[in-house]
């Protein structure tokens, strides 16, 4: 092997290594871990019964307890003035943060959204809980996820999921409404975010 191609291998490896160190990664968690599923309607299961949300579902999928924390209609603002209470009631180690999209559809100051969902991500890591973040997609049926949340993601070295949303709102199959989903929907959700959590090391 010539010097040049030793050169090439050694770099390629570098890179891969480099690679693999920028991903987010989660902490293994033990059979009675408790994940805190945090958000609005997409997370309440609104369009379904409780049984079906995405949390119910994750928790039969995972063997875990998963607190269904989400209101229907809610604003980021009034979620960072909820989520204190509940990392102080709830012992949990990850939550999933789903939360956004209300803002997304009335229009609110993105920026204002980010700084809402940034203090909740800081709120949940002060207590020493990992966050798991999904994105919401913009006002528009062939978007992805909003830029706010990639930034948030890449900012606090989150475990992201920048695709599942928009890709099960571009399929009316999957839908009870306009934005929200049915049981099928429901359950492809919560199967993505458990090969998350399997992909990130937690499972």
């Known amino acids: 092997m010539n ?119 800081e709120l949940a890591q002060a207590n020493e809980i990992e966050v798991v973040l999904i994105g919401v997609p913009e006002k528009s049926i062939f978007s992805s996820s909003s830029d706010i949340y990639h930034e948030l993601a890449e900012q606090y070295n989150l475990v992201f999921e920048d695709e599942i949303i928009a890709d099960l709102l571009r399929s009316p199959s999957l839908k009870s409404d306009s934005v929200h989903f049915n049981k099928q929907g429901y359950t492809e959700l919560a199967i993505r975010i458990h090969e998350l959590l399997q992909e990130s090391g937690a499972l």
Do not use: W
């Open 3 to 121: 010097n040049s191609i030793a050169k090439i291998l050694l770099s390629s490896t570098l890179l891969l290594l480099l690679i693999s160190c920028g991903e987010a990664k989660l902490s293994r968690l033990h059979y009675d871990a408790k994940i805190l599923a945090f958000g609005d309607s997409l997370t309440a299961g609104k369009g379904v019964t409780e049984q079906y949300a995405y949390p119910a579902v994750l928790s039969q999928l995972s063997n875990l307890d998963v607190i269904n924390a989400g209101v229907s209609g809610e604003l980021t603002s009034a979620g960072l003035k909820r989520l204190p209470k509940l990392l102080t009631e709830h012992a949990v180690d990850i939550m999933v943060l789903l939360e956004g999209g209300n803002d997304i559809i009335q229009n609110k100051n993105l920026v204002t959204t980010k700084a809402n969902l940034a203090q909740m991500i």
